[in-house]
């Protein structure tokens, strides 16, 4: 069965779709913590963007809560937790590298 769908972007996780025989159904999409790629060649620098599953790697976000610079060798990351827990606490899934930082970063904070 095929069906229509359209995001509601005041939810950023929710999907509503109506399939052919006109029933409504709510499902969720994924909604990722990751990093976004924003340095130049051979000068690494990434934004920490909460963003829809199904956009590309350095598409549209939602929200940036962060940065992380690889080639600094002190305080490279900086993330806003608040928000972070704030995006868990609706669903949204951290990559591996950014549940790394924020456990980190919860760390530190403690």
Request: proline letters at 5%.
């Amino acid at each position: 069965m095929t069906s229509l769908c359209a995001p509601f972007w005041e939810l950023a996780d929710t999907v509503a779709c109506r399939n052919f025989t006109g029933q409504n159904t709510k499902y969720f999409m994924p909604v990722r913590i990751r990093m976004k790629r924003i340095g130049a060649k051979n000068s690494p620098v990434f934004r920490i963007v909460v963003a829809d599953g199904r956009s590309p790697r350095d598409g549209k976000f939602i929200e940036e809560i962060g940065t992380y610079h690889p080639r600094q060798k002190n305080n490279n990351v900086k993330v806003d937790l608040e928000r972070a827990n704030y995006w868990i606490s609706k669903g949204a899934q951290p990559s591996d590298t950014v549940a790394s930082f924020l456990k980190k970063a919860g760390k530190t904070a403690a």
